[in-house]
């Protein structure tokens, strides 16, 4: 029997939630995803040292900004990672931007812009946004320029309905964060069948499949094998090297959980305004607190990189 790897493969397109090259040709991923986090980690891998040294001596020749030299190191990892799958590279606005319209739109301008001078198309690359209200406003005129954009951190409902109205290209719904969440405030043991973070992302499909919603959902930040499994079927699934290589080695059955053509249930479709979805949000403890930690942690791990280009350029 195939590995359940390769029985997810024909039913959810799989995405490397990697920065680490040699992680993504081993399980020959159709996308893959980056954020702070993960370049950070990556950038301080010697097998990535002149990936590194590039943006530094760019930077020095120019007199660039730490920013800029940051930017111009997530450009260089996700050009290289173009080079390896097939489909999408997902690229990351910064954090500290997350509730300024304007200042995202303008970065995800010119980090289209630098894979463009590269000979990498826009419509080899997305743009990670956070799921703000503000975050959703710049993926609606990024989209009228051609450039799609990843709407991550979403933890309700609520994000997605006001993703698809802004018809978002794709949606990174969290499961593993969820569950974290529920398992500190409850103190409860969930299997995958009851894992809120699982239920949260079915309902969004169900949302998207019954109204014909285009816009991809992808789930993202997985915990173990098990929510991995509840979920397969999804449009895709960003999955971290140690757990696609959990699943290689993994000869069971997979059965379909999610089929498009037969979506759970779904409430109607609705159309939230800026007061409505505040208010929604707000209502939901949970995603309130998780969509407020992920923004702090990436702005953290991006200062932490930033420090590290600092740290290089003097």
Not at 56 to 67: C, E, L, N, S, T
Not at 200 to 214: F, P
Request: charged content about 25%; overall charge negative; aromatic content about 6%.
């Amino acid at each position: 029997m195939p590995s359940k790897l390769d029985q997810l493969k024909a039913m959810t397109t799989i995405v490397a939630d990697t920065g680490d090259m040699e992680s993504i040709r081993a399980f020959a991923p159709t996308d893959c995803t980056t954020n702070p986090t993960l370049i950070l980690k990556a950038a301080q891998m010697e097998a990535y040292g002149a990936l590194v040294d590039e943006a530094i001596q760019w930077g020095r020749k120019r007199g660039a900004p730490v920013g800029a030299v940051t930017d111009r190191l997530a450009v260089n990892f996700g050009a290289e990672l173009t080079r390896i799958v097939p489909g999408r590279v997902s690229t990351e606005v910064d954090a500290d931007l997350s509730f300024d319209v304007m200042g995202m739109v303008e970065k995800a301008s010119a980090l289209i812009a630098d894979y463009e001078s590269r000979g990498v198309q826009r419509d080899r690359v997305l743009i990670k946004l956070a799921s703000t209200w503000e975050g959703v406003r710049a993926a609606e005129i990024l989209r009228k320029d051609g450039v799609d954009c990843n709407m991550t951190l979403i933890f309700s409902l609520a994000q997605a309905m006001i993703c698809a109205d802004a018809g978002a290209f794709l949606i990174s719904p969290f499961v593993g964060r969820i569950l974290d969440w529920n398992v500190k405030n409850t103190g409860k043991t969930y299997t995958a069948e009851t894992d809120p973070g699982v239920l949260s992302v079915r309902a969004i499909h169900a949302y998207y499949k019954t109204h014909g919603v285009e816009t991809v959902v992808m789930g993202a930040s997985f915990r173990n094998t098990g929510e991995i499994e509840a979920l397969a079927g999804c449009d895709r699934l960003t999955i971290a090297p140690a757990l696609l290589d959990a699943l290689s080695k993994d000869e069971g059955g997979l059965p379909r959980a999610l089929d498009p053509a037969r979506p759970q249930a779904a409430p109607a479709r609705q159309t939230l305004d800026e007061k409505g979805f505040r208010y929604a949000l707000n209502a939901d403890a949970m995603a309130t607190e998780k969509l407020a930690e992920g923004i702090r942690l990436f702005a953290k791990d991006l200062a932490e990189l930033r420090d590290l280009v600092g740290r290089r350029l003097a």
